[in-house]
């Protein structure tokens, strides 16, 4: 069969294997050519590893300058009569193999990453087959839903704002327009539950399951990402219900940095740049921004993707010649620098108030935007074939 994008709204329903086998060696070869991790940690375990950030954390760890192992915890799908699965699948496929190319575990874990029994493989994985210990934690989770672990019932997060609502432009993939959208209030239950979703509950309560298993090794460091961006956009993201579960996720962040002195061990929340990832594109009302700001970082020279993000976390701020990891007076790591620079930011707001459905193609970076949707999901690659037939029983027989 010949694989056709399939876009609905800002979800893709197909993806390329081959495509996210390609998108895997151009990261891996941007990380090999690339200023490298030193110092860095030898055995790691990734949760959220199928996808954006954490699929670029563990691309850098591996093949970066840190040579990790990696055990990877995401949640996707293979091919069935359905479809041919999901990118992420792919995506550790492809990402297993280059790594045992380089004699690197490349261990991959497909379930629920909120479920016991997870924790408990993972664990016994570690124990068993992966030497005992970890030396970093990567906790790189993106989802709607997470079951409450004592009545099994679905907490939901919404994206909505705190006190008023806001109407703002969103973009619609599939058509290649832009509409009005307007996202609502949230309700107290409403924050709660996103905070369930999206804060550092969970994130906990793997470190924690994971210390009392005594499979963190002496001077084992955890990270999360965040984001929190501009005040321009603060109303639908840093003080919306999002930004509520991120201040949680800060918090849980220093909880864990006390609890893991106990190891000589620290904890970190890393802010990232705002970035097109399949759970990005969701963000109501977002997208005028990062039209704008990819457009002036592209013009300045110092756009970064996901891979250049996580490369430079690495290398310059969780490992590297420097005695401690620079933080700002919240204890985060600022690896946002360049998104929140100030003469960026000057020319993004003069941009972003030109944009409009009409001209936001032209105006804004829509190509990049859209090409980095597309290339999430293996489409638009240089360098593969999409004319060629793909055989669905050997991709069947590619196993995680
Ligand atoms: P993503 O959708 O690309 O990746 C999410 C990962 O979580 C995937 O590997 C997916 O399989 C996995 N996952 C989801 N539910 C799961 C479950 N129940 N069990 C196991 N695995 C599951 O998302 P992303 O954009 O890379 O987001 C990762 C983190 O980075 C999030 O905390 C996000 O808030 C943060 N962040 C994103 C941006 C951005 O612009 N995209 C910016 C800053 C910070
Ligand atoms: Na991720």
Known sequence: MIIEPVVKGVVARSA?????QQAIRNQIDYVRAAEPIVGGPKKVLVIGASSGFGLAS????????????????????????????????????????????????GKNFVGDAFSVSMRQQVIDYIKAEF????????YSLATGVRPDPETGEMWRSSIKTIGESVTGPTINIETDT??????????????????K???GEDWESWIDILSEADVLADGCKTVAYSYIGPEATYPIYHKGTLGRAKIHL????????????????????SVCKALVTKASVFIPAFSPYILALFKVMQDKGVHEGCIEQMQRLFSQRLYGPQQHVPVDEQRLIRIDDWELDDDVQRQVSQLMAQITPENFTAVGDYQRYKTDFMQLNGFWLDGVDYQERVNLEALKALTP
């Open 250 to 269: 800060h918090d849980t962040g220093d909880l864990l940095n006390d609890k893991l002195a106990r190891i000589g061990g620290e904890a970190y929340v």
């Open 197 to 199: 979703v999206m804060g």
């Open 58 to 105: 563990r691309i850098a760890l591996a093949f970066g300058g840190s040579n990790a192992d990696t055990i990877g915890v995401s949640f996707e799908r293979g091919p069935s009569e359905k479809g041919v699965g999901t990118a992420g699948w792919y995506n550790n496929i492809f990402f297993r193999e280059e790594a045992e190319k380089q004699d690197l575990i």
């Open 178 to 195: 832009m509409e009005p959208m307007t996202i609502d209030t949230a309700t107290e239950e409403e924050i709660e539950a996103t905070k």
């Open 16 to 20: 390329h294997p081959y495509g996210c």
């Open 131 to 138: 030497g005992g210990k970890l030396d970093l934690v990567v």
